[in-house]
C-alpha cells in the first residue's frame, strides 16, 4: 500500500499547490476548511506572497485538486517529515507558527 505522503510527493506540483492557495483565498477559512475538510496549523504555516496559510490544509487539498481524491487530516503528518518537506521540495516557504 502506498503511504499519503508517497501519494503527496508523487502527484502534487507546485501549480496545484497554488491553485489550492487561490482557493483558500477566494473562500476564507472558514468557508476553505469546511469544503476540504481541514482545519487551522498548529505548529508550522505556509508562507506565500506575505501572507501565512494553513500548510496542511493547502497541501492536503492541493492533493485533491491534483488527484480528485481527499486525504482526511489523519492520512499524513504536518510535521517537519510530512507535509513541511514536501512544500519545501516544491520550492515553498514553511514556518513555525507564530
Avoid: C, N
Avoid at 4 to 12: C, G, H, P
Wanted: hydrophobic fraction near 35%.
Amino acid at each position: 500500500m502506498t503511504s499519503a505522503l508517497s501519494k503527496l510527493r508523487a502527484d502534487v506540483t507546485r501549480d496545484h499547490v497554488l491553485r489550492a492557495i487561490k482557493e483558500y483565498d477566494r473562500l476564507g477559512p472558514d468557508k476553505f476548511f469546511a469544503a476540504h475538510g481541514y482545519g487551522a496549523s498548529r505548529s508550522y504555516e505556509l508562507v506565500w506572497d506575505g501572507k501565512r496559510y494553513p500548510h496542511k490544509a493547502v497541501l492536503g487539498t492541493a492533493y485533491e485538486l491534483a488527484t480528485g481524491e481527499r486525504l482526511d487530516p489523519g492520512d499524513f503528518e504536518g510535521g517537519k517529515s510530512g507535509a513541511v518537506d514536501v512544500l519545501q521540495k516544491l520550492g515553498f516557504t514553511v514556518e513555525a507558527k507564530s
